[in-house]
């Protein structure tokens, strides 16, 4: 049963050009959801996050959209950084209780020069 | 500003031996977790403390696995008669409590290899 999913095993693009990573989520009581990036040999590294009641949230160059009616939300980078070369996982929890994380799978992010 | 350590970062043990991992939160944190990760796949949660109480575990954490944070402050992943499927990556994570912000920081995590 997997409740968040990244379809996307890997993605490829071109410096300066725009990176979005997708994830959908199946159960509708996440209300808080949340993108991490993780280097080789290194644990997951916060990014950013967005609660339910908003639709969008920006951080920098890392926007991350919700669609609650599709239960789909997407990270877009901009304009993309070969130090963006990672792999990508989305998270959702909900606000109350014991807020544990269900990750996806991960997309694998290259940047290429 | 010291993040989260975990303890050793590798492991290499035979099947049937038990080992212990320890992790040190981040010092204001009071809720701790512990997560397991494999390859191709995202990290799966193993259990939470909020302070010294563990409230909640996964059915992923079997009767093998027994996990204790004494003081509150860092907290212990043992694996008694280790299992080739117990390799795995295992991670530890520290927030500083409930609220739409909990975010929660991650260790660098102790890899297990059970041969």
Not at chain 2, 81 to 87: A, F, K, L, V, Y
Request: hydrophobic share 30%.
């Amino acid at each position: 049963d997997q409740q968040v999913k990244q379809n996307s095993p890997s993605l490829s693009v071109q410096e300066g050009r725009i990176s979005i990573l997708n994830c959908d989520y199946t159960n509708s009581m996440f209300d808080y959801f949340l993108w991490y990036k993780k280097y080789p040999a290194e644990g997951p590294t916060f990014l950013i996050s967005i609660s339910s009641i908003k639709d969008k949230n920006e951080d920098g160059r890392f926007t991350v959209f919700l669609n609650k009616s599709a239960k789909h939300l997407s990270l877009h980078i901009v304009p993309s950084q070969p130090g963006d070369s990672a792999v990508y996982f989305c998270a959702a929890s909900k606000i109350q209780g014991a807020q544990k994380l269900v990750f996806g799978q991960g997309t694998r992010l290259t940047i290429n020069p | 500003d010291t993040g989260v350590s975990q303890d050793p970062r590798h492991k290499i043990t035979k099947r049937g031996q038990n080992v212990t991992f320890r992790c040190d939160p981040i010092s204001e944190h009071n809720r701790l977790y512990w997560y397991r990760q494999t390859l191709g796949q995202g990290p799966e949660f193993l259990t939470y403390f909020q302070n010294e109480a563990q409230l909640e575990k996964s059915r992923l954490l079997s009767d093998r696995f027994s996990a204790e944070r004494p003081k509150g402050s860092f907290s212990t992943l043992e694996i008694q008669r280790t299992e080739q499927g117990d390799s795995a990556m295992y991670l530890c994570a520290s927030s500083a409590g409930q609220g739409v912000e909990n975010i929660q920081y991650f260790g660098a995590g102790t890899r297990l290899s059970v041969l």
